[in-house]
């Protein structure tokens, strides 16, 4: 092998090298922001630390809405239809927040086994269709 040849290898090894150590350690500091989205039967399925922040998706049951008449603190039922996790989540929820839609909320377990809700979203109806198209069906 001629020194060029020995001196590219070296450089090109060099970069291989900076390169897959950059994309290690990216990966590894990207992988502590990361929610992952749970079910609740996921959660009751699995050990989930407390404190560790995830997201929690379901349907929000009917007749589980409780709010608190002083503060914005409100408690409710979220089900996949096999397990239910109560949630408790303090501040205002979005409008289209009711009683059997979907919602995904993020925040943390709690030792008690309830999720304690940092930000609530509310899913909306997926079969949308304008005015006009509605009216023409009609």
């Known amino acids: 092998m001629t020194p060029t040849r020995k001196r590219r290898l070296k450089i090109a090894l ?3 090298i900076g390169a897959g150590s ?26 989930i630390p407390e404190g560790k922040r995830f997201r929690l998706g379901g349907l929000v049951q009917p007749g589980s ?10 408690s409710f039922v ?24 979907g919602v995904i909320a993020n925040g943390s377990l709690q030792a008690s086994g ?6 609530v979203l509310a899913k909306h109806d997926e079969n949308y269709m304008p005015p006009e198209v509605r009216d023409s069906l009609k």
């Not at 950059?22 to 590894?28: E, F, I, R, V």
């Not at 996949?80 to 289209?96: A, E, K, R, S």
């Open 14 to 16: 060099f970069i291989l």
């Open 22 to 47: 950059a994309t290690s350690l990216m990966l590894y500091a990207l992988s502590d922001n990361l929610l992952y989205f749970q079910s609740p039967s996921d959660v009751v399925g699995t050990v």
């Open 65 to 74: 809405v409780h709010r608190d008449p002083d503060s914005l603190t409100v």
């Open 78 to 101: 979220v089900t996949d239809g096999q397990q239910d996790i109560t949630v408790n989540f303090n501040g205002i929820l979005p409008d289209l927040f009711r009683e059997g839609q």
């Open 114 to 119: 309830q999720f304690a809700a940092r930000e």
